[in-house]
């Protein structure tokens, strides 16, 4: 097999660092692995410019992928390059969504025996990459709360449990006491789906079906479809905003009435201010934003069917 370059973070914690070295373990009874750690744009530039034509395996979670897919973009080399992924991070929903294991040693078996396929990448106006998934509304509410507890937590475990998992099911608890109710305009593919009288509790565009650590906010999303899934969700009183969120958690809000469930290339938001939670990072507020589809952007090593 061909050399690896693995790609870390230079903040990981000791428990990371210890889960990855059972990984590298995997991998180096197969081939030569060079490890790098980043810490700042400047350096993972540095060390994606020494890749070669080897594989990448990013490890981390949902924001390191973003970092190097992003970083890649900029160079416009991320058409040629494979990527593969060891997850580390808290929610992992990039991993979640692609079926690749959450278990380290699993996750370097498939870096070693996966199959490589192109996989979709979400880009917006001013360039900037969506690797899994955007939402906003209640949603990216949720997400500017969950990052606080989540670096509250995410130095306290029990055994190999992470609490830091905690911090979105907090940030969205806390979200739902005062849901930021928007009027927005939504356009798939040109069409307006909602309009500006119709208020509106969050809008998704998924590439990915999870967010926040499993919760399957777009859960027929396929990023490797050639289109992204939009959910745009209008339950706005008391009594459905808990039926929404009952049913989501199972995975069953497409189904109600109250949300619009579609699949395009292109989506368009705009309206009152919102704040967008992209890959898990928060960003905003905003009046207008649209993200399009690039299919088969990138490879990907994923398990095989």
């Known amino acids: 097999m061909e050399p690896l370059l693995v790609i870390k973070n230079s903040d990981?914690?000791?428990?990371?660092?210890e889960t990855l070295e059972r990984g590298l373990a995997v991998l180096r009874e197969a081939t030569s692995v060079e490890v790098a750690a980043t810490s700042d744009p400047g350096e993972l530039n540095g060390v994606l410019h020494r890749a070669g034509s080897?594989?990448?395996?990013v490890a981390g979670g949902d924001g390191s992928m973003h970092a190097v897919v992003s970083a890649l973009h900029r160079r416009h080399e991320l058409a040629e390059r494979t990527l593969a992924l060891l997850p580390l991070g808290t929610g992992n929903d990039f991993a979640r969504g692609n079926?690749?294991?959450?278990?380290?040693e699993e996750a370097a078996r498939v870096v070693l025996e996966g199959e490589v396929r192109p996989v979709d990448l979400?880009?917006?106006?001013?360039?900037?990459?969506?690797?899994?998934?955007?939402?906003?509304?209640?949603g990216a509410q949720a997400s500017r709360r969950a990052s606080v507890w989540k670096?509250?937590?995410?130095?306290?475990?029990?055994?190999?449990?992470?609490?830091?998992?905690?911090?979105?099911?907090?940030?969205?608890?806390?979200?739902?006491?005062?849901?930021p109710y928007v009027r927005l305009c939504v356009e798939v593919d040109g069409e307006r789906v909602v309009d500006f009288d119709q208020p509106v509790l969050m809008v998704a565009v998924g590439n990915g079906s999870d967010v926040g650590g499993g919760t399957s906010l777009a859960p027929h999303a396929d990023p490797e479809s050639g289109k992204v899934d939009v959910m745009v969700a209008r339950s706005i009183g008391p009594l459905a905003r808990m039926g929404y969120a009952a049913q989501l958690v199972r995975g069953k809000h497409p189904e109600r009435d109250d949300v619009i469930y579609l699949r395009g290339s292109t989506v368009s938001v705009s309206g009152d201010e919102f704040y967008c939670s992209a890959d898990g990072e928060v960003y905003g507020p905003e009046r207008h934003r649209t993200w399009h589809v690039e299919p088969a952007a990138y490879r990907m090593v994923l398990p095989r069917p």
Do not use: C
Not at 12 to 17: H, I, K, L, V, Y
Not at 99 to 104: A, N, R
Not at 122 to 138: C, F, K, L, Q, T
């Open 12 to 17: 990981a914690g000791t428990a990371d660092e």
């Open 54 to 57: 080897r594989t990448i395996v």
């Open 99 to 104: 079926d690749i294991p959450l278990e380290i």
């Open 122 to 138: 979400v880009v917006d106006e001013v360039g900037e990459v969506v690797v899994n998934h955007v939402h906003a509304g209640a």
């Open 151 to 179: 670096d509250r937590l995410h130095s306290v475990g029990v055994g190999k449990v992470n609490l830091g998992k905690l911090g979105y099911p907090i940030g969205a608890a806390m979200a739902a006491v005062k849901p």
